[in-house]
């Protein structure tokens, strides 16, 4: 089975992990600049006043060493490749012998960014709502010519080779999209579609966060029928070709939640962490709370060991804390539909 480079992990190093205490990934951020306007990023509702220096970002990467992590996947805050940091990060990553995976919003990946990616061996994560153009620009501002420069940058990256697959059957390119309710007619194609030419497929439903929050949530959620039609059929389809993994959709109040994200188990909290842009320690993407501390006020092997985030996480949310849960009844019913 296909899997993405520097995210395959077996469940055997996942439960020897989750039993002695140990990482195996961390989400760090750059700097708060995007190219995009996505109405339902944290980053267009959170004003980021004092990030990380460069020394600072790399002392964060040697100490999630110290921890175990193996991966170092950098998911903003924007889009990564507009950081002014963002090739010596990749290299100091790879001097610590460390895998990377970059989300992007594929616009500014040109030939020659691919190049340097591929030879930097960066796993990429492109987001992509649509292959619709209106639709998928809809999503990120209504910016004239960007879905154009997305499909090059895909392009560019399937050319350089990141669809290839290494003897472990794992690929370097992901394609990710959230279910809305524009494109959830979609779905079905968007998985065939990865699976076919070699991508890793990422379907996932919108945090709690951002501008997610300043109207109800459940407006941005799709009704479950929809969902759980678009999921059995991609879950046959998947079964034709040997992969197997159970149906992990919450019907919440008629809405459809993809727990984790759809056909993974989700392995953020107890072996992840995430750091914000100013050293803000959280256990997943949902960092909408308080955190567990600051890297500028606690080293994070004491904020790991004195916070324990995967034992808070665990018993305060269940196996997944990324859905605005607000009461023990709904995390129960999260529990029995994925016991």
């Not at 193996?70 to 963002?86: D, K, S, V």
Request: aromatic share 10%; hydrophobic share 35%; with cysteine.
């Amino acid at each position: 089975m296909i899997s993405l480079k520097g995210s395959n992990f077996t469940k055997e190093e996942l439960y020897i992990n989750l039993r002695e205490g140990r990482l195996l990934t961390m989400h760090i951020f750059l700097e708060n600049v995007c190219n995009f306007k996505c109405p339902f990023c944290l980053t267009q509702t959170r004003e980021f006043k004092s990030e990380l220096t460069t020394e600072e970002t790399k002392k964060l990467i040697l100490e999630g060493k110290v921890l175990g992590v193996r991966t170092i996947l950098i998911a903003g805050a924007g889009e990564p490749l507009m950081a002014q940091n963002f090739w010596e990060i990749i290299e100091f990553i790879k001097e610590q012998d460390l895998n990377v995976v970059v989300f992007s919003n594929l616009s500014l990946i040109t030939q020659t960014v691919a190049a340097k990616l591929y030879q930097n061996e960066v796993s990429i994560i492109g987001k992509l709502n649509s292959f619709n153009k209106q639709t998928q620009e809809n999503y990120i501002g209504n910016i004239s010519g960007a879905y154009e420069k997305m499909q090059a940058g895909l392009k560019n990256l399937i050319d350089i080779g990141y669809t290839k697959l290494n003897e472990k059957q794992e690929t370097m390119l992901a394609l990710e999209t959230s279910v809305l309710h524009d494109n959830v007619n979609e779905l079905y194609d968007f998985w065939v579609y990865c699976r076919e030419n070699n991508m890793f497929p990422i379907v996932d439903t919108i945090y709690y966060q951002g501008k997610a929050t300043e109207s109800a949530y459940e407006d941005y959620l799709v009704d479950y029928p929809l969902i759980k039609e678009a999921i059995l059929k991609i879950n046959d389809f998947d079964k034709k070709n040997g992969y197997k993994w159970g149906l992990k959709l919450l019907d919440r109040n008629g809405k459809g939640v993809i727990i984790g994200e759809l056909g993974l188990d989700c392995i953020k909290i107890g072996t992840n962490l995430n750091v914000d842009v100013e050293g803000q320690v959280y256990d997943c993407f949902n960092m909408s709370g308080d955190g567990y501390g600051n890297i500028r006020e606690k080293r994070l092997v004491d904020i790991w060991k004195t916070h324990k985030p995967y034992c808070d996480g665990i018993s305060l949310h269940g196996l997944c804390k990324c859905r605005n849960y607000t009461n023990r009844d709904e995390i129960q019913r999260e529990l029995a539909c994925l016991a």
